[in-house]
């Protein structure tokens, strides 16, 4: 490649990179503005007298409707569903991408075709059937009930990404094992999981951002006091008391969207590695 190609290709990279964090640094930038410098400056411009006041309100006292205690207890409540969920239906999916490889049964191939169809069903397709099993089982308005739902709804993915992972791995090593005495935990837990790393992290990943960035079942299913943050950010952004308060809503926008950004920054390298490494699998 040229000198001059290859500056050419710098710049319209750069041009894209400026076109798609200019709305994050716009919200940076409101959220550390007053509401006088906001009205009289520019929606680009650095802040002038910088300021965390619409942080605190956003974080502990903005209003969320009837409440006014900020996003602090939605974001926990985001927490408690989030970690559990993602745990439970990674370790599920890994398990039955396992089972639909390595120790195929009569069927197998049908359930997984059924299993690959859940990933195309739409959010409010299950929202009736989804809400009748949650009364059934007393899940209704709780943390709990929204676990459920996360882990039922992922389920369909991380089985995917585990078994094109797993139909990489020689399946003579595992029928070795089973000559060798080894059981089905066994094999999964000695020689499946040290090498599962990378597609730990793609499910981990995307469960994480596709639970924490839902409004849909937060808004449905959770209770008063159960719900996540998106529907908190939601109510505070249409809540007003008079004046509207652009940098208390950047400021909270940016809160709710920090957990996942973070995951990205720390293992946004692994999730590519991952998800291509069973990209050309049956």
């Excluded at 209003?63 to 989030?82: A, E, I, K």
């Excluded at 960035?213 to 959770?222: E, S």
Aim: glycine share 8%.
């Amino acid at each position: 490649m040229s000198v001059v190609s290859r500056v050419f290709l710098y710049l319209i990279l750069a041009l894209a990179a400026l076109y798609t964090l200019a709305p994050l640094w716009v919200m940076l930038a409101t959220s550390f503005k007053s509401l006088d410098e906001i009205r009289e400056g520019s929606l680009i411009a650095a802040p002038q007298a910088p300021t965390i006041a619409a942080w605190g309100k956003a974080w502990s006292s903005a209003c969320t409707g009837v409440r006014c205690d900020g996003l602090q207890p939605f974001f926990f409540n985001s927490l408690l569903m989030t970690i559990p969920a993602v745990l439970i239906s990674t370790i599920i999916g890994a398990l039955n991408g396992y089972s639909l490889t390595h120790w195929k049964f009569r069927g197998s191939e049908v359930l997984f075709t059924m299993l690959l169809l859940g990933c195309f069903i739409p959010f409010q397709v299950v929202l009736l059937p989804m809400a009748r099993t949650l009364g059934a089982i007393g899940f209704v308005d709780s943390v709990f009930g929204l676990i459920f739902v996360h882990v039922v709804y992922g389920l369909a993915f991380t089985t995917l990404f585990f078994r094109n992972y797993y139909l990489g791995v020689p399946g003579e090593l595992i029928k070795a094992a089973r000559v060798d005495g080894a059981g089905f935990f066994t094999i999964f837990w000695r020689i499946l999981m040290p090498i599962s790393g990378p597609i730990f992290v793609v499910c981990v990943i995307w469960q994480f951002t596709q639970i924490w960035n839902d409004f849909l079942f937060g808004v449905v299913f959770a209770g008063s006091d159960s719900q996540p943050v998106t529907v908190a950010l939601n109510n505070l952004v249409r809540t007003s008391t008079g004046v509207k308060e652009y940098n208390v809503d950047m400021a909270a926008a940016i809160i709710a969207a920090l957990p996942t950004l973070f995951v990205y920054i720390v293992a946004g390298k692994y999730f590519v590695r991952g998800l291509t490494a069973g990209a050309v699998k049956g």
